[in-house]
């Protein structure tokens, strides 16, 4: 059964809430006014959020009620009920958001502020208010909730500096300083959970840095190969000619994206050796996986279409048309009519 918390006078009350639960990919278009969602049973559109300006990042609640998208010209977190598609809810931000992240229980959300000095600001879900800034060296591109949900891990592209703020306390527990500007992010899991690796994207690197998240220490960079007989494409590419990863529900494969060729390239893990690049459509930007764990959703905007990867054959099976640039994208079960 689905519970919903409601703050009625100083109560905090879960009441049950009636609702199917069903997979769903959500894809934000990034000069649009609009988050397309899509059913990955048919890999069609079947829902619209409407109502927006510039949506950037997105993420799901938990328990699938609600869907979180931050909206960067009226620096808010936008809460949408997940069954009717309306946005319920705009929470004042301390600046121009870019990602966010949502912990395991689904009581917090992080917004990365992508705007100087830099800031992570913690937003309440029950009373759907910023309780916190968190202060962060440079301006933030992209925040994550860990594994174990214990740190909020943040990225400057500015300062290149990831932070890791520690969930119980809301402090920071430790910074490090990069070679050049953070991009995506993902996490690999020791037997007990705990976070193993960090695995991250760099401005003008064409691949990905394996990291020890214990000791923050570089373990490995992995270049990912050209494509012979093609140029590079670098018109366009934002100093990021790789940007976005994701790990497949096994941790068999980490995949990772190309703009300057147009491709998402799999790795075996845990040894990072290329198994395969498949070709999707222009400036593939950001990677989901649905709960079921059988294809893979490229944000491609360039070409305004989420592709479609089944990760059995390693083949792109679909390109779903979408709106304006898309770029980031999530997925999960999330309540339906």
Not at 228 to 243: L, S, W
Not at 255 to 262: C, F, L, M
Request: charged residues 20%; aromatic residues 6%.
């Amino acid at each position: 059964m689905i519970r919903r918390y409601w703050l009625i006078g100083s109560l905090v009350v879960a009441l049950p809430v009636l609702g199917a639960l069903k997979p769903r990919v959500v894809q934000t278009n990034a000069a649009g006014d609009n988050v397309h969602i899509i059913d990955p049973a048919t890999n069609k559109v079947v829902g619209v959020i409407e109502g927006l300006t510039v949506p950037h990042g997105t993420v799901l609640a938990p328990d699938g009620s609600r869907i979180y998208i931050t909206e960067e010209p009226t620096r808010t977190m936008d809460v949408v009920e997940a069954r009717t598609l309306k946005i319920i809810k705009k929470v004042p931000l301390s600046g121009r958001p870019n990602n966010l992240a949502v912990t395991k229980d689904g009581k917090k959300v992080y917004v990365g502020i992508a705007q100087q000095p830099g800031a992570v600001d913690v937003i309440d879900t029950v009373t759907l208010t910023r309780v916190k800034s968190v202060p962060v060296q440079g301006a933030i591109h992209n925040v994550y909730v860990t594994p174990d949900s214990k740190y909020a891990v943040s990225g400057s592209v500015a300062t290149g500096v990831i932070t890791a703020i520690d969930t119980s306390t809301d402090t920071v527990a430790w910074s490090w300083k990069e070679s050049s500007g953070i991009r995506p992010m993902i996490f690999t899991t020791n037997p007990d959970g705990s976070t193993k690796e960090m695995i991250y994207q760099l401005s003008n690197f064409h691949g990905f840095v394996v990291a020890d998240f214990a000791t923050q220490k570089e373990i490995r960079r992995v270049e990912q190969p050209d494509v012979p007989g093609r140029e590079r494409e670098i018109d366009g590419i934002q100093g990021a000619p790789a940007h976005g990863l994701i790990i497949t529900k096994d941790g068999k494969t980490l995949w990772t994206t190309s703009k300057y060729y147009d491709y998402v390239a799999a790795y075996s893990l845990p040894d990072y050796k290329l198994v395969k690049v498949v070709d999707v459509g222009s400036h593939p930007e950001w990677l989901t996986i649905p709960p079921d764990g059988k294809s893979l959703y490229v944000g491609c905007a360039g070409t305004d279409s989420t592709d479609v990867i089944d990760l059995a054959t390693m083949k792109n099976i679909k390109r779903i048309p979408v709106g304006a640039v898309p770029k980031r994208n999530t997925s999960g079960m999330i309540e339906t009519n």
